[in-house]
């Protein structure tokens, strides 16, 4: 493999067998594939200085290691994606916790036995368990959404309470909109879970950190003797989507291609605002989400996360987030699941579905709320796709 900046004098992209246009998860999963599969030879193209796309980590000033898009904490319960991706780093053990700040309290997210004790009072949050253990079973994950339509009134009080002191104002600080004007799935990420298990991604099997780092993960995927990396190439100044005939998987957004001329898919960014303190440690694990105050979501300590060791300094993050707006440089972060998004989505889909060289995957490309492992995911099925047709 080689990574260079800028494309050589006189590249030809007719002598590879696939552009890819990104180097995060998405293009990275399917170069590796086609080229260790199939032998063929893959460019590709990431207008970023690096690869690696959201999942980009890197030493700061003070040489503590950060994720430059935001934490970034690996979780599956996909027995094939954690294989692939295992060829390519090994894992810490890092099991994430993240701890809500209730006004000014400190308690277990997803909300779970011990943080029903600690919001309630001893007596009355286990009484409450009970009745949730009585109503779902044991270890077990209820949607907010779902637990507020109870017609109970020893629910509903464990409802009404995490729905205002965990999910309304970081919701609002997050979407610009209350939990129940959003699409369910995205709060259904962080459940109630009746039980005791207190990490962030209860249950999930396989969890951790790559041991070297995602940058250092991505080396190791994109490092074939047929993988060319290009970084700073916008692959919109070399291609005209539907008159080129070289192959290409495309993990951008699609409006890009057609210069938003339908209109732009909608999106929140995130100011990201990182600062290093003369301290050993900031707070007592990984994320801290400020569910009920602040202007920020979150704030995030790195050394929590990845276990490194460095006396004396450490860095957080803290994370505000704000509408998208295409064409200023933001990054589009995520995606706003909303019907008349989907629908306007589909329409620029439908204009490259009868390219056959054109393969587009991923969180922009397909425009979803995918999570690591859904993304390498979707690679892997297209890359699958790919090869069964080349044979
Ligand atoms: P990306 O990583 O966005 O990669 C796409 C790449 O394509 C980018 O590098 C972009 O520069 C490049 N590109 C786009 N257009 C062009 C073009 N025209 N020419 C050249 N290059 C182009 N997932 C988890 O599993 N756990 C987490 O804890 C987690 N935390 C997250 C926190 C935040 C704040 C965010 C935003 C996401 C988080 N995710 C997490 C999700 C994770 O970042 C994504 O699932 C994953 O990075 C998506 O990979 P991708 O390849 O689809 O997209
Ligand atoms: N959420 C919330 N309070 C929390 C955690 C999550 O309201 O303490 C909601 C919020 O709407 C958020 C969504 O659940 O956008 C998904 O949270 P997650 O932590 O999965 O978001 P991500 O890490 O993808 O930003």
Partial sequence: MQITSGLPEGFNAGAYDMIVVGAGYAGAVCARRLAETIGYRVAVLERRSHIAGNAFDCT??????????????????????????????????????????????????????????????????????????????????????????????????????????????????????????????????????????????????FQGMPQDGYTALFEHMLDHDLIDVFCDVDARDLFEIDQTTVKIVYTGPLDELFNLDLGALPYRTLDMKFETLDMDQFQPVGTVNYTTSEDYTRITEFKNMTGQVLPGK??????????????????????????????????????????????????????????????????????????????
């Fill in 60 to 205: 700061d000033e003070a040489g503590i290691l950060v994720h430059e898009y935001g934490p970034h904490i690996y979780h599956t319960f996909n027995e094939r994606v954690h294989n692939f991706l295992s060829r390519f780093t090994k894992w810490t053990d890092y099991q994430h916790k993240v701890l809500a700040n209730i006004n000014g309290t400190l308690m277990p997210v997803p909300f779970n036995h011990a943080s029903l004790k600690l919001a309630f009072g001893e007596e009355r949050g286990e009484e409450l368990y009970q009745k949730l253990v009585e109503t779902f079973g044991k270890d077990v994950k209820v949607p907010i959404m779902e637990l507020r339509k109870k017609n109970d009134p020893d629910l509903a009080e464990v409802a009404d309470y995490v729905y205002e002191n965990v999910f309304l104002h970081y919701t609002m600080k997050q979407w610009g909109q209350t939990p129940d004007q959003i699409d369910p799935s995205i709060t259904g990420r962080v459940p109630v879970f009746v039980g005791d298990d207190d990490r962030y991604f209860p249950q999930a099997p």
């Fill in 314 to 391: 450490t860095t957080i993050m803290k994370e505000y987030s704000k509408a998208y707006t295409p064409g200023s440089g933001e990054t589009p972060y995520y995606a706003i699941l909303e019907p008349e998004n989907r629908e306007l989505y589909e329409r620029y889909l439908e204009r490259v579905q009868n390219l056959t060289n054109f393969h587009p995957v991923g969180r922009l490309a397909e425009y979803r709320y995918y999570d690591m492992d859904a993304v390498t995911n979707s690679a892997l099925d297209l890359s699958d796709e790919i090869i069964a047709c080349h044979a």
